[in-house]
């Protein structure tokens, strides 16, 4: 069976959107996430320097992850490439950010934390729609 032109469009906007609101969610869970973590930092009084870019990284998944589920529980389907978009453009924006404040981004980390978040955005949209169906 076909689908029409409008039924096309209508798919390609509510995909946009999910990922859209799904990324905007991610944001909000990577605040809270660095928030908890800036909180426990000065709470423990010492963090070595090299134990930082591992919590970031942490928390950016943790946050991609969060973001694809977003996505997939609003699109109800396509949870796998919708997870990766919400984790893509999170990613995308975190790098805008580091950039913005001056922070020169090294090639290494930056692919590390692009891979790393775009699949955990991935298992994000996975998990949000092969939950039990009711």
Do not use: H, N, Q, W
Request: glycine letters at 14%; one cysteine or more.
């Amino acid at each position: 069976m076909r689908k029409s032109r409008g039924t096309e469009k209508s798919e390609i906007l509510g995909a946009v959107r999910a990922v859209l609101f799904g990324t905007i969610g991610g944001c909000l869970a990577a605040a809270a996430l660095l928030a908890a973590s800036a909180y426990i930092i000065t709470s423990m009084g010492f963090l070595p320097d090299a134990a930082v870019p591992a919590v970031v990284l942490v928390a950016s998944a943790l946050s991609a992850f969060l973001a694809g589920l977003f996505a997939a529980k609003l699109a109800k389907k396509r949870g796998l490439p919708l997870g990766a978009a919400a984790g893509l453009l999170l990613f995308l924006l975190f790098l805008l950010a580091g950039l913005a404040g001056g922070e020169e981004p090294r090639l290494a980390g930056s692919v590390t934390r692009l891979l790393v978040m775009v699949l955990s955005g991935a298992l994000g949209g996975y998990a949000g729609v092969s939950g039990k169906r009711r």
